[in-house]
């Protein structure tokens, strides 16, 4: 379990691909993740695939490459899909930054949710 401070797990639902079945999880709520991560298992099970491959860093430094793939997830009343990392068995669920911005959605860390924003369109 992680220990950094500031961090918390949030609820989000992912849908299977026909979009009729969702299941909850609870990903940590990681802004220094650019991308939401779940493991692969999850991903399949619901009928999802991975289309992409992305060379990722991790917190040491090392350069790893893991398949991606476009997930419907959804947050509150939203439906998006975002682009997932497909993870390993024992990777932790990540909800990263390309899908809080997606969402418009802030981490409130002291309060342990997520806050509405306004998007920057400059």
């Not at 991903?43 to 992305?54: A, D, N």
């Not at 959804?74 to 809080?100: K, M, N, Q």
Request: hydrophobic content about 45%.
């Amino acid at each position: 379990m992680r220990a950094k401070a500031g961090t918390f797990r949030y609820p989000v639902e992912v849908a299977d691909l026909e979009g009729e079945y969702f299941e909850e999880l609870r990903p940590w709520v990681d802004t220094g993740a650019l991308y939401t991560q779940i493991p692969a298992s999850i991903l399949e099970r619901l009928g999802h695939r991975p289309t992409l491959m992305r060379r990722l860093r991790l917190a040491n430094g090392a350069i790893i490459e893991r398949p991606v793939g476009s997930v419907p997830v959804r947050i509150g009343d939203e439906l998006i899909p975002t682009l997932c990392v497909f993870g390993e068995e024992d990777s932790e669920l990540l909800l990263g930054a390309v899908t809080l911005e997606q969402f418009s959605l802030a981490p409130d860390p002291v309060n342990e949710t997520l806050v509405p924003v306004v998007a920057l369109l400059l």
